[in-house]
């Protein structure tokens, strides 16, 4: 790095080869150096390394003599090899690179936060995580799905997501014709069991099914954990009132010790979901009150804890919704728990160490890596 810095300071608009003989604690403004000369080695060590210096540090002393410019770099550098441990979902600060604005990325960031991409040591946790899952509901889930990440927005608007939670909703749009583009037939996953509501109505006696799918919701990205696209396994139990409610207390149930097994310290809470709008906030709380959503919130980061799970009972929301009706007549109930994988990593990370190979044995034979 040193030879870099004197390369660029040999520039003859700077110090020229005096750049190679000075030295590293000699003030570089004694050669008489002025702001625009600064502001030109900014320019270029930027460039170079392919960083951005933060704001607070954009001030004369930074950049005096060859040892603060090279602290200065050297301090970036390790925020950028830092933020490549991160925790899932936490936004890069002020890591850009010099040239076309592009953020340095690292293994998992993309140039969308909340966004992220999954390295191969992660993909071997997920799928060690839905081997667990669908063992744990093998009894249970008579069938299980990968749902892709849309979904007919007919379908979208009769699960009620798009009137309940605007905020949170993706949609797709196109120019099939050219032009502007258009709103589609398609909009984003919100949740992986919005999937199976259509297929119920020709089996709508009552049973059990499990899907997986990579879903959307415009969170504010800010806090770890909170991202745009996720990866979500839900088991859903659809039948009678009676069956349906004694199944969600079970669900909760398994899925607490499930996530125990891992060795993570769940607390499960009553909960309600962001439902928009004053309508919306009446909903929140009579969700609450009702006690129809219970989460299991882990702790993802020191101070920071997500909900990882949650076992949500719908009562005859999804069977009014779609016409699913017992032989009896009645209206089918339904209820999910909902796994958050990306959470689960993110607490498991937080609980056993950053990378998976240096987990406890335990913990790796229950994943099977
Ligand atoms: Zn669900």
Redesign the pocket.
């Known amino acids: 790095m040193l030879d870099e810095i004197r390369a660029i300071l040999s520039d003859p608009g700077v110090l020229g080869d005096d750049a190679w003989n000075v030295g590293d604690d000699v003030d570089l403004r004694s050669f008489g150096l002025g702001s625009m000369q600064m502001v030109q080695i900014l320019v270029e060590i930027e460039e170079r390394f392919g960083i951005e210096i933060p704001d607070e540090k954009l001030v004369p002393e930074t950049f005096s003599t060859i040892d603060s410019i090279v602290a200065a770099v050297a301090s970036v550098r390790v925020s950028v090899t830092r933020v490549d441990v991160d925790p899932i979902g936490k936004e890069v600060e002020g890591v850009t690179a010099g040239s076309g604005g592009l953020t340095v990325m690292t293994d998992r960031q993309t140039h969308a936060s909340g966004v992220l991409l999954t390295p191969r040591e992660d993909e071997r946790v997920y799928t060690g995580l839905r081997a667990k899952l669908g063992e744990t509901f093998s009894d249970e889930a008579e069938e299980h799905y990968t749902a892709p990440p849309v979904i007919a927005r007919s379908i979208s608007e009769r699960a009620g997501y798009a009137r309940s939670f605007p905020q949170l909703l993706g949609a797709v749009h196109g120019a099939p014709d050219g032009g502007s583009p258009v709103p589609t037939d398609l909009v984003l996953t919100s949740?992986?069991?919005h999937h199976l509501y259509p297929l119920l109505a020709s089996r709508a006696t009552g049973g059990c099914l499990s899907v997986e799918a990579m879903c959307y919701r415009g969170e504010a990205t800010a806090e770890t954990g909170r991202l745009r696209s996720f990866r979500m396994y839900?088991v859903?139990r659809y039948g009678p009132e009676t069956v349906v409610e004694e199944w969600r207390g079970q669900a909760l149930t398994t899925a607490e010790q499930l996530l125990r097994i891992l060795g993570l310290d769940v607390e499960p809470c009553a909960a309600n979901d962001p439902f928009f709008g004053r309508i919306g906030k009446y909903l929140a709380s009579a969700q609450q009150s009702e006690q129809l959503k219970w989460e299991l919130v882990a702790t993802v980061e020191d101070g920071i804890e997500q909900a990882v799970a949650s076992v949500?009972y719908h009562m005859e929301h999804f069977g009014d919704a779609f016409g699913l009706r017992l032989p009896d007549g009645a209206v089918v109930h339904s209820a999910?728990v909902?796994f958050g994988l990306d959470r689960i990593l993110l607490a498991l990370r937080h609980q056993h160490g950053q990378r998976a190979d240096g987990w406890p044995a335990s913990i790796r034979a229950v994943l099977g890596l």
């Open positions: 949740a992986a069991c839900e859903l949500n999910c909902a």
